[in-house]
């Protein structure tokens, strides 16, 4: 899931300061630096280990902050979703987290359309 986590992150505008080598995609963490926004304040902080499309904390963070709703069909596969209209944003996967990351990526590319 190594590019789904980049998109996230890459969809969030925050800047990536070392990858994971492509012959080890699972093995080594993605590092990145983020620059949080609070106001009239920038935190700018490192992570490592961000790997929101297995990682259910991070996934969690995203699914609140872009408040996305979660839908499962018989077939396993998940929907998120920001609103259940049609043409809205929304992301699929085989997991929850899978499919949050997808959405987020989707509403971001939506925001810098309309913008």
């Keep these: 899931?190594?590019?789904l986590d980049?998109?996230?992150v890459e969809a969030q505008g925050w800047e990536i300061v070392e990858t994971r080598p492509e012959s080890l995609p699972d093995l080594i963490p993605l590092r990145i630096w983020v620059d949080d926004t609070e106001g009239d304040h920038i935190h700018k902080?490192?992570?490592d280990d961000y790997a929101?499309?297995?990682n259910m904390e991070q996934a969690g963070e995203l699914l609140e902050k872009y408040q996305l709703c979660l839908l499962s069909n018989d077939e396993g596969s998940w929907?998120?979703?920001e609103h259940i209209f049609e043409g809205a944003p929304h992301g699929e996967g085989?997991?929850?987290m899978?499919?949050?990351c997808r959405a987020v990526v989707a509403i971001?590319?939506?925001v810098t359309k309309d913008a």
Aim: one cysteine or more; charged letters at 30%; glycine letters at 0%.
């Design 52 to 54: 929101p499309s297995t």
């Design 94 to 96: 085989k997991t929850w």
């Design 45 to 47: 902080y490192c992570v």
């Design 79 to 81: 929907h998120a979703v």
């Design 6 to 8: 980049r998109q996230v």
């Design 108 to 110: 971001e590319k939506e």
């Design 98 to 100: 899978e499919a949050v």
């Design 1 to 3: 899931m190594f590019d």
